[in-house]
């Protein structure tokens, strides 16, 4: 069965701080690993990776993919009280399979 | 930039009722989506659709069909609505350019069946 894993499920951080948040998945006919930051609204995109080892950047927030161990990593630099928000991880093959989420709370 | 618009931001309705859950879109997207989103359950794929008038089922198509007339717009169509199916409702869509194109969302609707 296709599933895609976040860790942690809640995260509260001080302003300032570094995170670093993980998605594992087991997606047959892997495609891509897409990024989403929902906050009260609907998710938001961030990032699709598709190939190994290239990071992608994009201001304080970056993510890399690693499709022989199966997971991919988004990290948040510098973290501000915008910040806060469910992160999605969804893993793409014919469908989007999405993670439960990351809730990071940053507190000042 | 894609605009995604879900017509009701919250909607509340009785058991049994007939609901109607409009998204349009106007990106002249080929694909879209309806998904539910629940505490712990994450985001779950109920019906999508790649063409008008197409229709495939997703993971979880029980009680629920939808509708594609025009290429614009999607409906998600509860037929008899239970109170298992509160919910917040998510719209999404896609370009035609492969399951490698993101998908882009509408605001979602919240709803509550009674």
Known sequence: ?108 | DVKVTQSSRYLVKRTGEKVFLECVQDMDHENMFWYRQDPGLGLRLIYFSYDVKMKEKGDIPEGYSVSREKKERFSLILESASTNQTSMYLCATQSAGGANQPQHFGDGTRLSIL
């Open chain 1, 1 to 108: 069965e296709d599933k895609v894993v976040q860790s942690p499920l809640s995260l509260v951080v001080h302003e300032g701080d570094t995170v670093t948040l993980n998605c594992s998945y087991e997606v047959t006919n892997f495609r891509s690993l897409l990024w989403y930051k929902q906050e009260k609204k609907a998710p938001t995109f961030l990032f699709m990776l598709t190939s190994s080892g290239i990071e992608k950047k994009s201001g304080r927030l970056s993510s890399i993919l690693d499709k022989k161990e199966l997971f991919s990593i988004l990290n948040i630099t510098a973290t501000q009280t915008g910040d806060s928000a469910v992160y999605l991880c969804a893993g793409v093959a014919n469908n989007l399979f999405f993670g439960t989420g990351t809730r990071l709370t940053v507190i000042p």
